[in-house]
């Protein structure tokens, strides 16, 4: 397979390469002119910079790709316009009609869990119909309402994944991060002495599940949704891996769920940070397993690899 992927400089961008790489297909990566692109030359694959702003030259550097991986992504909690978002929607957008124009057979788009709202404790699965809050849930239902347009105009086949929370190496903002980080100084959070219960998976899974995506056989009827996890835990026994692996056990913070504005400022917890932890956000991932697909690595792996991949640039 000759695929090339978009956003590769990211977190799960660059684990999406990496497992390409591994698994021996011919990979292109585009990045901007200003990207760090030390991983990705040590991996040795073909690395492309490319002005983004100009239509041609992402159709001149998709043309004679099989598969496009769309991993960019800017958003934050934050966003104000959340359906004028750069790249989010308008880049989203001019990737699947180029791959679409150029002859590409997939367009697979890294989506989020981010776009379920927080109305069930129950395990949920694609099916059910989000009624998003946060201008950041909005974001991701369009872009991904982008993504399958496209797919019905031209007829490219699009698939679109749906990770859960995710835990790895080269992580520096993500979820994990700031819990580390938390952790460290003593303040790891927690609601409701942390029994909410929480789906995860190791980034190097949702990389083998993007490649896995690019050339397994999609059912006719399939829409091409798919949620994935690894594991379930809570957010009580994810303190206890922190614990083990960093060979401290940390103080933590106990939050009540009426926070004030003035409270969760002075804490550092926003809202949906607030209901994450309180709520279960449980996912099941039947349809992918069910179709093939299995993920490898538990949850000590994955805090085992995160934790060490922390300290040593910490120490760094």
Not at 6 to 18: A, Y
């Amino acid at each position: 397979m000759k695929a090339i992927v978009f956003g590769s400089t990211g977190f799960i961008g660059s684990h999406v390469v990496e497992q390409l790489h591994l698994a021996g297909h011919q990979v292109t990566t585009v990045v901007r002119q200003t990207s760090d692109t030390s991983f990705l030359q040590r991996l040795g694959v073909n690395v492309v910079p490319i002005d983004f702003s100009h239509p041609q030259a992402i159709g001149n550097v998709i043309n004679g790709h099989d598969v496009v991986y769309n991993c960019t992504a800017s958003a934050t909690l934050q966003s104000p316009t959340p359906l004028e978002e750069e790249v989010e929607i308008k880049l989203t957008r001019k990737l699947v009609e180029a791959a679409a124009s150029q002859g590409a057979a997939r367009f697979i788009q890294l989506s989020t869990i981010v776009i379920y709202d927080f109305r069930s404790n129950d395990p949920l699965d694609e099916s059910y119909q989000s009624e998003p809050e946060y201008p950041i849930q909005q974001v991701g239902i369009e872009r991904e309402r982008v993504v399958e347009e496209a797919g019905r105009q031209t007829g490219i086949t699009t698939i679109i994944l749906r990770p859960a929370s995710t835990i790895g190496v080269r992580d520096k903002k993500s979820f994990f991060a700031r819990m580390f980080t938390a952790h460290a100084h003593d303040q790891y959070p927690m609601v409701g002495q942390g029994a909410a219960k929480v789906s995860l998976v190791d980034t190097r899974d949702i990389g083998r599940a993007m490649v896995w995506l690019g050339t397994y056989r999609k059912p006719d009827q399939d829409n091409g949704v798919y949620l994935l996890k690894g594991f379930d835990t809570t957010w009580h026994d994810l303190k206890q891996e922190i614990d083990r692996a960093t060979g401290r056990i940390s103080r933590t913070i106990d939050l009540a769920t009426d926070l004030s504005e003035e409270e969760m400022r002075r804490l550092q917890v926003n809202p949906f940070a607030l209901k994450t932890l309180s709520v279960n956000r449980l996912w099941n991932d039947r349809k992918i397993r069910t179709l093939g697909f299995e993920t490898k690595y538990t949850l000590t792996e994955a805090v085992d690899a995160a934790v060490n991949d922390l300290l040593t640039r910490n120490r760094a």
